[in-house]
């Protein structure tokens, strides 16, 4: 409400005893906020609040009908007889104490209110640049309207007179003499916005306001009288660099703020408005009246901070909320934070932050609501996080998962782009699946995966239904920083595809020679088990399908992978994929693997492989083939000769025979030479002898080595 108290200076002690009682029956009219301790002199109607732990004193003579509201527990002191109604504690913080506040005798306060929290004094931005490039100065009455569109500086002297001025952006307005600035729209109940990078006002009333406004302006000069007198509430003053000096008669009826700079009053210089400043000057008989403003309350602004959306936590998590709020005309009383409707906690200072502790797992929709000093609020626009048990991850997209019929978007943890939703469709297990892709469109669901430390190696496994395409980029399937795998074909057949990375973004699709019968609707006929083996150490990655290793020791796609950060899985234009039953994280889900070498330990036992150690690329038996190579195709890696047919499993293999089969005797080039005798001759199995044309000698000649 406003202020009806008189401006007076009383010269009795009576006087000020009558002042002081009558303030403390009544509502404050208003307060200035500050955030150094003020410099007060002269008199203040109302009350002021510092908001660092700052010394200051009150000369004698100087008068507060109000209270003085300072952070911590400094001691009062009282020197001769100053007029004072007492110290008051509140519910703030006790430290700091190493401050004091001083009354000197002829002074008069209220109270001192100890243990006030402090308030944060939003910032000032900088006016935006004006768009207009024109410079104007006016001497004289104009016989044609200003292009104000085109403008960017105006200067009136002279008989210039009283000029209504449009809110925008501008650069140096000047008003001299009797000239004036005429702001804001008659009738108006919002404020009109101006923007001014100088502010020059000289003449006895260089600003008028004919409605409500909100100046903001890089630096301003005042003299004379400024704003309003019947409605100072109009006149908003925003100051972003500076501050704001009255000296001598002037006066200005406005709201000031300038949170970097100075608001100072000397002589017999008056003020009747609102005050948020970072530091507050009064000499001499100047008067400062504080009045609470009559016009609409604007609601403050706030913004979530943190956390980012779809961040993701590992549970049980700690999660720190912190927001950004300001209020244009006053302050920011709190900042409360809340996860759907349930508030978390409440922050009354900056930083504006509450942490919510042992969150277990789930996916969260986290805001900050901030109250403003007169009871408005603004609530922000809401992020979606995610706490998760972390690696190892399993999910089968049933509603025991957290999951709900329809789009995926937003579920869980997952992000989606185009069409991919949890369907009530056939699947691997249970009542539902993941639908990626399909008729209407192509989709993508991607799971990411919170940092882990300590492990070298991942895996991932689900099992499938991708629909082929006809090439492997269009048939990729699933990805993450390090693989991809995809399904190509027609015509009833399909082969599964591999992508053998560089390291930097590119590498080729290669065909491991696994195909899969498909069904009318270019899928599997049946669901597919898929494995992905990554090695962070190696940057190297293996695939599994239906427990077969059929593909080993790739190049990542991204060579900077250092953990499984994220998931991928891929749907085309009428390719629907189906997937089901994912799980990633550090165990084999194949076999046991205690070594992480991504061999079977059964099999590594049987052939006498250490457990304790990565052992794949090694030759045991010392025929040619690796220990994977040996384990890929089924063969053993403790004799060169699995079938003991005399032919090395080496030999066989690069010549497309069996090694674990008896095939020493077969001739499958059908020249009348076995097998073990081509062997024995260092000759080609898959080439057949020549007849000599001459028949001198009855010899045969064989084709050489490839």
């Known amino acids: ?3 009806s108290a008189r401006c007076v200076r009383p010269s009795t002690v009576f006087g000020l005893a009558l ?4 303030a403390a029956r009544s509502q404050t009219p208003g307060t200035a906020l500050v955030r150094h301790a003020p410099q007060l002199g002269g008199t203040l109607e109302g009350s002021v609040q510092q908001m660092l732990a700052e010394s200051t004193a009150l000369p004698g003579g100087t008068v507060v009908t109000g209270d003085l509201l300072v952070p911590g527990t400094p001691a009062v002191r009282l020197n001769g007889r100053p007029h004072y109604l007492g110290t008051i504690d509140g519910p703030g913080a006790p430290t700091p104490t190493s401050h004091t506040i001083t009354l000197n005798g002829g002074a008069a306060l209220r109270h001192v209110i100890r243990r006030t929290e402090p308030r944060m004094l939003a910032a000032v931005a900088l006016p935006p640049p004006p768009p207009g490039s024109r410079a104007v100065k006016i001497t004289a009455p104009l016989p044609t309207p200003v ?5 960017r500086d105006l200067e009136l002297a002279g008989r210039a007179g009283a000029l209504a001025v449009p809110a925008g952006a501008y650069g140096e307005f000047v008003a001299e003499g009797n000239s004036a600035f005429i702001l804001g729209v008659p009738g108006a109940t919002q404020p009109a916005h101006y923007a001014f990078q100088q502010l020059a006002l000289k003449g006895d009333k260089a600003l008028m306001i004919a409605g409500p406004v909100i100046v903001t302006v890089g630096e301003v000069e005042a003299a004379g009288t400024i704003g309003r007198a019947d409605h100072p509430e109009w006149l908003t003053l925003r100051i972003a660099k500076g501050g704001l000096s009255l000296q001598g008669n002037d006066l200005a009826h406005a709201f000031v703020e300038a949170p ?11 003020l009747v408005g609102g005050v948020m400043c970072d530091r507050l000057v009064m000499n001499g008989n100047a008067v400062l009246r504080l009045v609470e403003t009559a016009g609409p309350n604007q609601p403050p602004l706030v913004t979530l901070a943190s956390p980012a959306e779809g961040t993701l936590f590992t549970a049980p998590a700690s999660i720190l909320l912190a927001a950004v709020a300001s209020d244009s005309d006053g302050t920011v009383d709190r900042v409360e934070f809340f996860q759907g409707a349930t508030k978390l906690g409440e922050s009354v200072r900056v930083p504006f932050e509450v942490r919510w502790s042992g969150v277990p797992p789930g996916a969260y929709a986290l805001s900050a609501r901030a109250v403003d000093n007169r009871g408005a609020t603004t609530t922000s626009t809401p992020r979606q996080v995610v706490v998760q048990v972390g690696l190892p991850y399993f999910t089968s997209f049933e509603a025991a998962d957290g999951y709900t019929v329809g789009g995926l978007a937003g579920q869980v943890g997952w992000s989606t782009t185009g069409v991919v939703s949890v369907a009530e469709a056939p699947a ?7 639908s990626v892709g399909g008729a209407v469109g192509g989709g993508e669901a991607t799971h990411g995966f919170p940092s882990y430390a300590g492990e070298s190696v991942a895996l991932v496994d689900f099992w499938a239904r ?9 048939g990729s399937f699933v990805r993450t920083d390090a693989s991809r795998v995809a399904l190509a074909g027609s015509g009833g057949v399909g082969e599964l595809y591999v992508f053998d990375g560089d390291g930097v973004g590119a590498g080729r699709w290669q065909a491991t020679g696994s195909k899969v019968t498909l069904g009318s609707d270019l899928r599997p006929a049946t669901w597919l088990r898929v494995t992905v083996r990554e090695d962070f150490a190696t940057h190297r990655w293996d695939l599994y399908v239906n427990g077969s290793m059929i593909a080993a020791g790739l190049g990542f796609a991204d060579g900077t992978a250092n953990r499984l950060a994220r998931i991928t899985l891929a749907g085309g234009q009428g390719r629907e994929g189906g997937f089901d039953d994912l799980y990633a994280g550090f165990e084999h889900p194949l076999f046991a693997d205690v070594d992480r070498d991504g061999l079977d330990d059964a099999w590594e036992i049987q052939n006498g492989l250490s457990l304790t150690a990565n052992d794949r690329a090694g030759d045991a038996d010392g025929d040619g083939l690796s220990n994977l190579r040996e384990f890929q195709l089924g063969l053993r890696a403790n004799a060169a000769d699995s079938d003991g047919d005399g032919l090395p499993d080496a030999w066989e293999v690069r010549y497309g025979l069996n090694p674990l089969a008896p095939d ?3 001739d499958p080039d059908g020249d009348g030479v076995s097998n073990l005798r081509e062997y024995q001759l260092g000759r080609n199995p898959t080439k057949g002898a020549l007849p000599d044309p001459t028949g001198v000698v009855n010899l045969r000649l064989f084709s050489p080595l490839p």
């Open 19 to 22: 002042i002081l009682m009558a």
């Open 664 to 666: 020493a005797n077969t």
């Open 428 to 434: 691997f297990r249970g009542t539902r699946a993941l």
């Open 466 to 474: 991708p629909a082929a395409a006809s090439g492997p980029e269009a």
């Open 260 to 270: 970097a700079g100075t608001v100072s009053l000397a002589g017999h210089a008056r």
């Open 1 to 3: 409400m406003k202020s």
């Open 147 to 151: 292009n104000f569109a085109t403008l």
